[in-house]
């Protein structure tokens, strides 16, 4: 076992996590300049990224002997796409957003437990090919909850992304009006404050997990990898990336101005950095827990050294709803 350890950390095992990590890094910057030309393209990559999240957790399900309906798992991501597009473009603001996609998932409850006892032979078909032996009813109402979760965790808690990336618009908040028109764009803020926090709570996290080791959370339900040591440096990463952010911002006029008109200082970002460095944890450590409840290491292979979209995005999570809330809170 020892061996093997050392084989897994190796140079040589790390340059594909490396490259991939880099190549990401890349494309997130060429989306940030792609949004400069339509608000919209960064939409896509948010889409994107919740599309893949969504069916790498529905795979795990599946995995776990849980039934869900891929299709609804595919389509909430692009009915919440379509709602933040209709939010921007009415009078509607960011708290008819959320009203509006939790309306959906009510709507998609109601229909995937409804639809299985209203054409019984068909619902009972897929019963025998999924293997469930328990009654339609409880069938019905098992894959609709299991359907549902998904849309919850990871694609509505996602969907805060979208109401980040364009929080000037949908807000009612005079103050961004104002700000926007001077040339304080909000929602980049916003993700960049998102993103940034993100990779410099995970980077931090690995770095200070591997190197100063440390006591385990927990071997048994987080996997070996998980240490409190990892912990606390993701938070002291998410801090460092707040402090960096206050002084890039705060050196363009625009956000000069915004931040002195609202008495915003360096410690607000270090404490939103701080927030930001425990919700990427949360997010995680919660997202750990799942894959061991799945007696899985990664939730795919797709990015190589990596493992899938939800290993390397899963701090995003949880991180978008606090991002949101705390630019409510500072700007609304």
Not at 16 to 28: E, M, N, W
Not at 132 to 161: D, E, M, R
Request: hydrophobic share 55%; glycine share 8%.
């Amino acid at each position: 076992m020892e061996n093997n350890n050392k084989v897994a950390n190796t140079p040589a095992k790390w340059w594909p996590r490396i490259i991939s990590g880099a190549i990401i890094l890349v494309v997130l910057v060429g989306f940030f300049f792609l949004r400069e030309l339509s608000v919209y393209t960064f939409d896509l990559l948010i889409a994107v990224i919740m599309m893949f999240c969504a069916f790498e957790v529905d795979n795990l399900l599946h995995k776990m002997d849980r039934p869900t309906w891929a299709t609804v798992v595919g389509l909430y991501p692009i009915l919440s796409f379509a709602s933040i597009i209709v939010t921007v473009n009415t009078s509607l603001n960011f708290y008819h957003f959320i009203i509006i996609n939790l309306a959906l998932l009510v709507i998609l409850f109601v229909v995937m437990f409804a639809l299985p006892l209203m054409f019984q032979k068909w619902g009972t078909m897929y019963k025998v090919e999924e293997g469930f032996g328990g009654s339609l009813v409880y069938y019905s109402y098992s894959k609709a909850v299991n359907t549902i979760f998904v849309c919850l965790w990871p694609t509505f808690l996602l969907s805060f992304a979208f109401a980040i990336n364009h929080f000037g618009q949908i807000s009612f908040s005079n103050v961004a009006e104002t700000f926007e028109n001077m040339g304080a764009d909000f929602g980049l803020m916003g993700l960049v404050l998102l993103f940034v926090t993100t990779m410099f709570a995970d980077t931090f996290a690995m770095l200070f997990g591997r190197f100063l080791k440390g006591p385990k959370i927990s071997i048994t339900k987080l996997g070996p990898g998980k240490s409190w040591t990892g912990l606390i440096g993701g938070i002291i990463g998410a801090i460092i990336a707040g402090l960096i952010l206050f002084y890039i911002f705060n050196a363009f006029s625009a956000y000069n101005q915004l931040f002195a008109t609202l008495d915003i200082s360096v410690w607000t970002f270090i404490l939103g950095g701080f927030f930001c460095g425990i919700f990427n944890m949360g997010g995680d450590l919660f997202s750990s827990l799942f894959k061991r409840r799945a007696v899985v290491k990664d939730y795919s292979q797709i990015i190589p050294g990596h493992g899938g979209v939800m290993d390397r995005y899963n701090g995003l999570i949880l991180n978008s709803v606090f991002v949101f809330i705390f630019f409510i809170i500072l700007f609304v």
